[in-house]
């Protein structure tokens, strides 16, 4: 196997197994049949087709591999998805940049790589190979760490623990210029008015949204931008603190819990030392997720209804000139409601942040609504129509996406292809 090496295991056995045990964290959430407005927000981008929440970094490739977004076999004529999905999966890469190069590498074909797939998340990913010093194998992070001032060999151990995890939890596009090379953008800084202005003056948008026609923009699992904000980054707490808490093995040896997961089930070695009550944290937490999700579920609403408004604006004969502004609307005020939703676990990271984006997405939606209620009343548009959303299915026949063939081209795919010729780290969780 390339990199998953016997040394490492022997050598640090107890790092290992708490690794190895991320496998018991196999749960996870349909999260478009929990939210189906979601469908619409994202029609004519593949995040409609599936989405589930997260779950152990030992289910890294599987799931990638399973998922309806990506892995099918490439359409006659047609590019293909690029081999850039991996990067956040796999040692192998890190290792398959620097052996195609890094354009050579992310202008490949995902699925023309899965062979040379063999490990999920690994030692490698943080550290270099066969010793606990902490590294950033990822040229993208590298790259990006630098952009912020905070260049990755410059930082003690304890901001180095966060830039590994920030490696891949972190937004991110694929630069269409660059073979879509993953690339950070972060060039005015990293907030989501500072991406939102690099990419509104590069013009740039990932999909037009085929109901409301807005050039849109899509954020990917912010966790290392929100919490470089938050109040326990001031005080130095890390990622690590609350995922990789210290333990002790049979023997008393202290180690580093490499079984990263749920951060309040290690309450009493990790936040005891500055929070006394777990009741208390609890009760906030709790308060504070219903709060986002309250808000949440408001704007995507508000977004649905306003993507609906702009088609009938659109069907009655509107302009670009007329429709500008409230499209504009629409675009910035899903991304920010994306900044916030696609980061898991933001009412524990930085809820501040979270309302604060929240707020202003209601803002500027309920704005576009207001534009496009004028528009339509110069139209003489009198109704709009807001087809039946209310489940996963509804939704998904509202965009015209046919999951039956869907789910039927990749049982092929993983019959054909994966069970036949990659790893068979790309079945864990799915082995028959
Ligand atoms: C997702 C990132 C990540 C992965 C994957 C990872 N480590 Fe670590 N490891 C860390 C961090 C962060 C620390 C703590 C560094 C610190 O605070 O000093 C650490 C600490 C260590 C240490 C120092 C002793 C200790 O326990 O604190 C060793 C040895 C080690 N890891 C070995 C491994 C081995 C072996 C693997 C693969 C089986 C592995 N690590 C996988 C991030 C990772
Ligand atoms: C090489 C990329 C990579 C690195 C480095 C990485 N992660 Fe992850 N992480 C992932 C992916 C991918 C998933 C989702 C896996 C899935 O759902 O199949 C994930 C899932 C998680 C989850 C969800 C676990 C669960 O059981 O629900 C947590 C928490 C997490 N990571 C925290 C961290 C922390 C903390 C670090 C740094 C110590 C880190 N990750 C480093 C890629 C990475
Ligand atoms: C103060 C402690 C703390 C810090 C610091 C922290 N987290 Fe978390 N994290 C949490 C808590 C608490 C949750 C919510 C757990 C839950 O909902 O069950 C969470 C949730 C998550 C999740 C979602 C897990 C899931 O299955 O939905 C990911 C991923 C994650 N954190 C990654 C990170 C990364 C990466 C960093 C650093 C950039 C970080 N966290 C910093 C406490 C922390
Ligand atoms: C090293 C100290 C430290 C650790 C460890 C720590 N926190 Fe905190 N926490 C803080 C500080 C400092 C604040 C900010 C307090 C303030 O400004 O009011 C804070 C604030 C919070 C808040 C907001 C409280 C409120 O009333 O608004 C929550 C929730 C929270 N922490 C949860 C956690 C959880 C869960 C863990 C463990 C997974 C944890 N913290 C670990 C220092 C810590």
Not at 166 to 187: A, L
Not at 219 to 241: L, M, Q
Request: proline residues 4%.
């Amino acid at each position: 196997m390339a990199n998953v090496d016997e040394t490492n295991q022997t050598k640090f056995p107890n790092q290992y197994q708490t690794w190895l045990a991320t496998s018991e964290q196999a749960d996870k959430e349909d999260m478009l049949a929990a939210y189906p407005a979601n469908i619409i927000l994202w029609a004519g981008s593949s995040f409609a087709k599936e989405y589930n929440s997260p779950r152990g970094h030992q289910f890294a490739v599987a799931d990638v591999t399973h998922i309806l977004r990506t892995g099918v076999s490439v359409e006659e004529g047609k590019k293909g998805l690029s081999a850039s999905c991996w990067t956040c999966k796999t040692p192998d890469a890190p290792r398959l940049m620097n052996e195609m190069g890094i354009e050579g590498f992310s202008g490949a074909n995902f699925t023309d790589l899965g062979t040379e797939i063999k490990s999920v998340v690994y030692c490698s990913d943080c550290h270099e190979d066969g010793s606990a010093k902490l590294a950033l194998p990822r040229p993208h992070a590298q790259d990006a760490m630098a952009k912020i001032k905070l260049p990755f060999d410059k930082q003690n151990t304890s901001m180095q623990g966060a830039q590994v995890c920030g490696q891949c939890h972190v937004t991110y596009y694929f630069q269409p210029e660059r073979s879509d090379k993953v690339n950070i953008p972060w060039i005015f800084g990293s907030t989501a008015d500072d991406i939102e202005k690099y990419y509104d003056t590069r013009r740039f948008y990932e999909w037009i949204h085929p109901i409301s026609k807005t050039p849109m923009l899509k954020a990917r699992h912010p966790e290392f931008e929100h919490w470089s904000r938050s109040k326990h980054a001031e005080a130095g707490v890390t990622c690590i603190t609350c995922h990789m808490p210290p333990a002790t093995d049979d023997k008393g040896n202290e180690f580093t819990d490499h079984k990263v997961g749920n951060a309040l089930e290690h309450f009493d070695n990790t936040c005891k030392a500055c929070h006394s009550s777990q009741q208390a944290i609890s009760k906030t937490l709790a308060k504070k997720k219903q709060q986002i999700n309250t808000k949440a579920r408001q704007v995507e609403d508000l977004l649905v209804k306003a993507h609906f408004e702009a088609k009938a604006a659109w069907d009655a004969g509107a302009t670009w000139p007329l429709m500008n502004d409230a499209i504009m609307g629409i675009r910035h005020g899903q991304w920010r409601w994306d900044f916030a939703m696609a980061s898991h676990g933001l009412y524990a990271h930085n809820p501040e942040e979270g309302n604060a984006l929240l707020d202003k997405a209601i803002e500027q939606v309920t704005l576009s609504r207001t534009l496009l209620a004028m528009i339509l009343k110069q139209l003489d548009v009198e109704k709009v129509d807001y087809p039946d959303i209310s489940t996963k299915e509804k939704a998904h026949a509202v965009i015209g996406f046919d999951k039956d063939a869907a789910e039927a081209a990749k049982v092929m795919f993983i019959k054909d292809e994966v069970d036949k010729h990659w790893h068979p780290v790309a079945r864990q969780g799915y082995e028959n």
